[in-house]
């Protein structure tokens, strides 16, 4: 399983940006895929998750509104577009599925300043 995490960088607030995850060594469709992530000095926290299929999506409370995953099954990759970004949401950002055990991607750091 690999999973390989792009497309982070440095916004304004209330910029936006979109996050690519391209998974392999699996069969992509037929899991939920997640995004994490993870603020310095704090827990590591899950942000979105999208079925499968992609019919179904799920939210932190946090990014309700401004953040939207979605999929690409004949791509197998997962995309998190981020919107009205503030700087709370300055983290790096990681890809995760749940196969037996948790795998996740190296990461994209997201930071949000002016």
């Known amino acids: 399983v690999q999973l390989v995490e792009s497309g982070g960088g440095l916004v304004q607030p209330g910029g936006s940006l979109r996050l690519s995850c391209a998974a392999s060594g699996f069969t992509f469709s037929t899991y939920a895929m997640n995004w994490y992530r993870q603020a310095p000095g704090k827990e590591r926290e899950r942000v979105a998750t999208i079925s499968s299929a992609g019919d179904s999506t799920n939210y932190a409370d946090s990014v309700k509104g401004r953040f939207t995953i979605s999929r690409d099954n004949a791509k197998n990759t997962v995309y998190l577009q981020m919107n009205s970004l503030k700087p709370e949401d300055t983290a790096v950002y990681y890809c995760?599925?749940?196969?037996?055990?948790?795998?996740w991607g190296q990461g994209t750091q997201v930071t949000v300043s002016s």
């Open positions: 995760n599925t749940v196969i037996w055990i948790y795998y």
